[in-house]
């Protein structure tokens, strides 16, 4: 899988949107790009996936620059319950069943501030 | 969307000792993964395990060590053998999303296995 970047952590107002970028320049035609939280002590929690366009749902939404090389992970109206770690991660995506683990970087710990 | 329960939720093990996590889907998957993450630090894949084949393992983690068993298409253990403090992390268990025989693209993890070895 490529390698991305993120930054370490960021600070949000609670109730403003949440802008987490995520660098993946060597991103390849097949690959996604997916969007992961870990809040502490859970398992991680699927948030969001695109390949090119971009894509919204319940949680956020996922922008991808036109060269597919960064995207920013919005969360509009964030609350203190958002606060967790966010894991950019590029990956190919298969359609009948097979499926390969994901590759975890560091992620950017997003705090929340009241 | 698919439910993963492990067992045990956490457990404090003795050196030299093996303990032996269960994970279980709610649905037949094909693939299922096993993560470690070590304390303050990310998640890293130990193997992929997939039903009827023996698991596959990523580098730095051997059968010897994290055997793995996947009976069936709902059901998967992982092993840790002769532990050491330096074992002492979270493990989850992983799937991804079926729908009508077409992967989701969704991975879904279970709360983990928090084990701690003294």
């Known amino acids: 899988d490529a390698k991305t970047t993120q930054p370490t952590s960021m600070d949000c107002a609670e109730g403003r949107a949440a802008n987490l970028p995520c660098n993946h320049s060597?991103?390849?035609?097949?690959?996604?790009v997916y969007w992961y939280r870990q809040i502490h002590s859970q398992g991680p929690q699927y948030i969001i996936h695109?390949?090119?366009n971009n894509e919204t749902n319940e949680m956020a939404s996922l922008i991808i620059t036109e060269d597919r090389k960064s995207s920013t992970l919005i969360l509009p109206h964030a609350t203190l319950r958002d606060t967790a770690v966010y894991y950019c991660?590029?990956?190919?995506?298969?359609?009948?069943?097979?499926?390969?683990?994901?590759?975890f970087g560091k992620g950017t710990h997003l705090i929340i501030q009241p | 969307s698919a439910v993963i329960s492990q067992k045990p939720s956490r457990d404090i093990c003795q050196r030299g000792t093996s303990l032996t996590i269960q994970c279980q889907v709610d649905?037949?998957?094909?693939?299922m993964f096993w993560y470690r993450q070590q304390p303050g630090q990310s998640l890293t894949l130990i193997a992929t395990?997939?039903?009827?084949?023996?698991?596959?393992?990523e580098s730095g983690f051997v059968i010897d060590k994290f055997p793995i068993s996947r009976p069936n298409l709902t059901f998967s253990t992982l092993t840790v053998s002769n532990m050491s403090p330096e074992d002492s992390s979270i493990y989850l268990c992983?799937?991804?999303?079926?729908?009508?025989?077409?992967?989701?693209?969704?991975?879904?993890f279970g709360e983990g296995s928090r084990l701690t070895v003294l």
């Open positions: 992983s799937v991804e999303g079926l729908a009508g025989g077409s992967n989701t693209g969704e991975l879904f």
């Open positions: 060597t991103i390849s035609g097949n690959e996604y």
């Open positions: 695109g390949l090119k």
């Open positions: 991660i590029v990956r190919v995506r298969y359609s009948g069943g097979g499926a390969d683990g994901l590759t």
């Open positions: 649905s037949q998957v094909t693939m």
């Open positions: 395990a997939n039903q009827g084949s023996e698991a596959t393992y």
